[in-house]
């Protein structure tokens, strides 16, 4: 007969995954549309609230999107080609500050939901800006209203003002609250307009150390990949290795592949190189580097020894295989609803990694039947047939520690139904899948993950459930905790709850 609980419990997961697609499709939706995101929005002037939140009415507002874009692009080029003639035909007013107090004064009595920029207070700021970036920055943070004109205006003016008058122009505006902002404009006219290594350094002489660091950690974001060799000239004599990397990731394979070619010149300091090579970003770089030779990323990340080498294929399976399993077929749920079988999904697997196939075969069959032992434990079992039961036991158990972290927790038994619970040497193993499942589990379940343990039936698992609930549950519910110990039978486990291990 069905179990109650357990029926619950599956609703519950699976309610939870469905509330997390939904949520993160409201997230995607935004930006594809060429509009902020929820969390973009919260940065931007004049939002407020439900970030992330979305009504029906949206939903279907949504299939409209492409005309209400449209007509916004229509509104930004009227407004900005006004801003371009009140710049160039203005009487520029002798004082720049109660001119814009005035045009921000008027312009703050439109509702914040109808307020678009205005041309005027652009074509101002822009003025006081090429005379007097300092003063203009200091005047923008002396009071809430003039803050909150700059939020909706800086992003043109500055925009402008480096296209016309070059990116030295901001030097001076680099510090304050909107510092910031100067410095993305400056990097991004630096690397636009084609500046080399020596004029870029040039700037650092004229700058506090503070202000040249804002604009220095804006270089790797704006530059655009035709300006890399000054990008990487700058990194180089600055020592700064995370920019390299950065740049060098945010241009994907592209990005990879040139700084591939920059490690490899014979004439780059020996130290410098050892900084990118040595640092964390750069073994995740090369893990997560699918279009890279097997060999080449296992050299790369020092696996010369086999052992060593071993290690890292089957860190390198489970990168490749997650990217292939995202980005392709749904494999996995053709494999929970019976389209395919364990043997097809690694034998498609297979195809779409041939150096891994050939060359560490186990690693690619280990790293999928952690994939899909979550989707039917009975099932991906088969991926192990042919294996001696101490092999195969010993890779269910690190499938059975490492996955089920947001599963029905029957699916989780189900999967260690298959371990032999007599074995000594996998009994430690075996305790620590419970201890890592047990915490995100009670988390999410709350009472029904308790009741769950409690009614699980007698034998080992039941004693490893219920020590794990017991010492996730103590600091914050004693009477609990000393209940669940209570119910305790298996006397190592008491043991070690008394020594507090």
Not at 47 to 53: D, N, P, S
Not at 208 to 221: T, V
Not at 431 to 454: C, F, K, M
Request: proline residues 5%.
């Amino acid at each position: 007969m069905t179990n109650p609980r357990r029926v619950l419990i599956t609703c519950l997961t699976h309610g939870t995954a469905l509330a997390a697609g939904w949520f993160a499709w409201s997230h995607w939706r935004a930006p594809a549309e060429g509009k902020p995101g929820p969390l973009e929005a919260a940065a931007m002037p004049g939002a407020a609230g439900k970030a992330g939140e979305l009504s029906a009415d949206e939903v279907l507002a949504s299939f409209n999107a492409p005309a209400e874009q449209n007509k916004d692009l229509k509104a930004e080029v009227e407004q900005n080609r006004e801003f371009d003639r009140l710049v160039a035909t203005m009487e520029v007013p002798a004082d720049l500050a109660a001119a814009l107090s005035k045009e921000i004064g008027d312009w703050l009595l439109d509702g914040k939901d109808q307020r678009k920029p205005s041309p005027m207070i652009m074509a101002l700021l822009y003025h006081w800006t090429i005379r007097d970036p300092v003063g203009m920055m200091k005047w923008a943070e002396s009071d809430g209203a003039t803050q909150e004109a700059m939020m909706w205006h800086s992003f043109q003016v500055f925009d402008k003002v480096v296209k016309d008058k070059g990116p030295g122009v901001l030097a001076g505006g680099l510090g304050g609250a909107f510092g910031s902002f100067a410095a993305h404009f400056m990097a991004q006219g630096l690397g636009g307009q084609g500046a080399d290594a020596a004029q870029v350094l040039a700037l650092k002489d004229t700058l506090p150390e503070d202000q040249w660091r804002r604009l220095r950690g804006q270089f790797e974001r704006t530059w655009p990949f035709q300006q890399k060799d000054t990008l990487a000239a700058v990194a180089i004599a600055e020592q700064q290795p995370e920019m390299l990397l950065e740049f060098a990731k945010k241009n994907g394979a592209e990005g990879m592949k040139w700084l591939r070619g920059l490690l490899a010149d014979q004439s780059l300091d020996a130290g410098f190189k050892g900084q990118v090579t040595g640092s964390t970003m750069w073994q995740d770089f090369v893990r997560s580097g699918t279009t890279m030779p097997l060999d080449e990323r296992v050299k790369l990340l020092g696996g010369d020894e086999q052992a060593q080498a071993r290690d890292l294929y089957g860190q390198l399976a489970e990168k490749d295989l997650s990217a292939i399993l995202k980005n392709g077929r749904d494999w996995r749920h053709a494999f929970r609803h019976g389209e395919a079988d364990a043997a097809e999904v690694l034998a498609a697997m297979a195809k779409e990694l041939p150096e891994l196939a050939g060359r560490a075969p186990e690693a690619l069959r280990n790293r999928l039947f952690l994939e899909l032992v979550e989707e039917d434990p009975e099932r991906a079992m088969t991926l192990l047939e042919g294996l001696p039961e101490a092999e195969k036991a010993q890779v269910a158990m690190q499938a059975a520690a490492r996955a089920f972290r947001n599963i029905d927790p029957n699916q989780f038994m189900a999967a260690l139904g298959k371990i032999p619970a007599d074995t000594p040497e996998l009994r430690d193993a075996r305790l620590e899948a419970w201890s890592h499942n047990t915490p995100r589990n009670h988390e999410r379940l709350g009472e029904d993950y308790i009741a769950w343990v409690r009614e699980l039936p007698p034998g080992l698992d039941r004693e490893m459930a219920l020590f794990s609930l017991a010492k996730t549950v103590q600091a914050r519910d004693r009477a609990l905790a000393t209940g669940l110990r209570g119910e305790l039978t298996d006397a190592s486990l008491k043991k070690r709850m008394e020594e507090g291990r």
